[in-house]
């Protein structure tokens, strides 16, 4: 809807160049498919500058630990992908782990808008009959 009235631009198997970076948007694809997306990227991603890749899928390898159902339907493998020469990849989906890395790729998860691990909560102490705040929610929005 956001793209249909003009504010946003939607990418899926697209891209904009934005200065020196291509900023590269493609859908998700089951595991059997994931030849399909990798060759999608290859063609979309510039020869000069810096790519950037959007995709909403599991990277194999990245440490989660709360996974959405039917992970591996949607699982691509980490070879192709860092084989692909894309600087960096925006990862969402399947996975909602606030600021995940991957251990091997330049991949970060975005996570979750909303708390979806009890570790993300604030924590209050009761001590000598006083409530006291310990932490607060952990922040949902990154710089990485």
């Known amino acids: 809807m956001l793209h249909q009235m003009g504010l946003i631009q939607y990418l899926d198997n697209g891209y904009v160049d934005l200065g020196g970076v291509r900023l590269i948007g493609v859908g998700t694809v089951y595991t059997d498919m994931q030849n399909k997306l990798v060759n999608s990227l290859n063609a979309l991603r510039g020869g000069n500058g810096i790519n950037i890749a959007v995709i909403h899928q599991y990277i194999e390898g990245?440490?989660?630990i709360y996974p959405?159902?039917?992970?591996?339907v949607f699982m691509i493998n980490e070879k192709p992908l860092a084989q692909l020469g894309i600087d960096y990849f925006a990862v969402g989906g399947h996975i909602h782990e606030h600021g995940l890395k991957h251990p091997r790729i330049n991949a970060v998860y975005s996570g979750s808008l909303e708390v979806w691990d009890a570790r993300e909560f604030e924590v209050y102490e009761y001590a000598n009959g006083k409530l006291r705040k310990v932490k607060d929610v952990?922040?949902?929005l990154s710089t990485t």
Do not use: F, I, T
Request: zero cysteines; charged letters at 25%.
């Open 62 to 64: 990245a440490p989660y």
């Open 68 to 72: 959405m159902p039917n992970v591996d």
């Open 138 to 140: 952990d922040p949902k």
